[in-house]
């Protein structure tokens, strides 16, 4: 009896292990993510010391929108035993439920745990930016870009963090560099709404015609360009803009009321007027306006 009850208590870890591995491979193998969790969960009862059990549900979680979840099982992977996917990884759920002071703090560990993690960097780098970090946001999109030189959307992030500390020149160089990389239609919007915003309104219009000749689909082009050539005097094309505008959304109160100056201006007081009391009738904002002087 003695040596029966010693087999068993030999026998009963191992039967543990090997269900644990079953409900293991059968939980990576589900596409279900409810069900995944579930039977994550079952490993973890049955091995509580399974750190990849955690690692997996709390991927599946975070896949499910309970980051909060997510935060928890990576924390106690965390708390085991640290590592740069895991900081990453839980940095992501505490971006997601805008903890950006967490998720920076996260991305931060998980790189100095791994200086080859680029895309920890590249996380850090951005929700920098989101904090208003500008500064040392540049510096660490300047790192990720002497990695991985052809990405023209680094160049672009880096661009807004330069317009943001008003470093114009390095901004327009940035933009320009992602055209050179990917000369495409949301490039050339990006460096053309750039132009506006630094009053070169011709080298704008240049750039948002080149982006409307690649995509005819943008409603933020057409704005844009509608306001550079209300801005160059060119009325009638300034129209023609804003009226494509208005076909994405007929509740654009900005494509209304550029609507109503350019009619303005070529001398169509009754299409100004039109076009000024639609404007007021989106922001509801009191007594009509009928004129701009």
């Known amino acids: ?3 029966l009850l010693l087999s068993l208590f030999v026998l009963l870890p191992l ?3 090997g269900q644990a591995g079953k409900l293991y491979r059968k939980a990576l193998r589900s596409t279900d993510l409810k069900e995944k969790i579930s039977l994550f969960s079952e490993v973890i009862k049955l091995e509580p010391k399974n750190l990849d059990a955690y690692f997996q549900r709390g991927l599946a979680k975070n896949n499910s929108g309970d980051y909060h979840g997510a935060i928890v099982d990576y924390s106690k992977i965390i708390v085991e035993q ?3 996917d895991t900081y990453c990884n839980r940095g992501n759920s505490r971006y997601s439920i805008k903890d950006l002071s967490g998720a920076k703090e996260d991305y931060a560990k998980a790189y100095m745990l791994d200086e080859n993690f680029i895309d920890a960097l590249y996380s850090l780098a951005c929700v920098r930016y989101d904090l208003e970090e500008y500064k040392r946001a540049i510096t660490d999109f300047s790192k990720v870009i002497k990695v991985v030189p052809s990405q023209p959307k680094l160049y672009t992030l880096r661009a807004s963090a330069y317009k943001a500390i008003e470093k114009y020149n390095e901004a327009a160089k940035d933009y320009s560099m992602a055209i050179l990389i990917e000369p495409n239609a949301n490039n050339y919007y990006n460096r053309g709404a750039y132009l506006m915003d630094i009053n070169y309104y011709q080298k704008a219009n240049e750039d948002l015609t080149r982006s409307l000749r690649l995509n005819r689909n943008n409603a933020y082009a057409y704005f844009y ?3 550079s050539n209300l801005l160059l005097g060119k009325f009638t094309d300034a129209i023609s803009d804003f009226s494509e505008a208005l076909k994405f ?3 654009d109160f900005d494509a209304y009321l ?3 100056i350019a009619y303005y201006k070529v001398n169509d007081a009754e299409k100004a007027k039109v076009n000024f009391k639609r404007a007021n009738e989106i922001l509801s904002i009191g007594p009509d306006i009928s004129s701009i002087t």
């Open 82 to 84: 640290p590592d740069a």
């Open 15 to 17: 039967l543990t292990i």
């Open 1 to 3: 009896m003695k040596k």
């Open 258 to 260: 550029g609507l109503a």
């Open 225 to 227: 360009r509608g306001a």
């Open 249 to 251: 959304d007929t509740m």
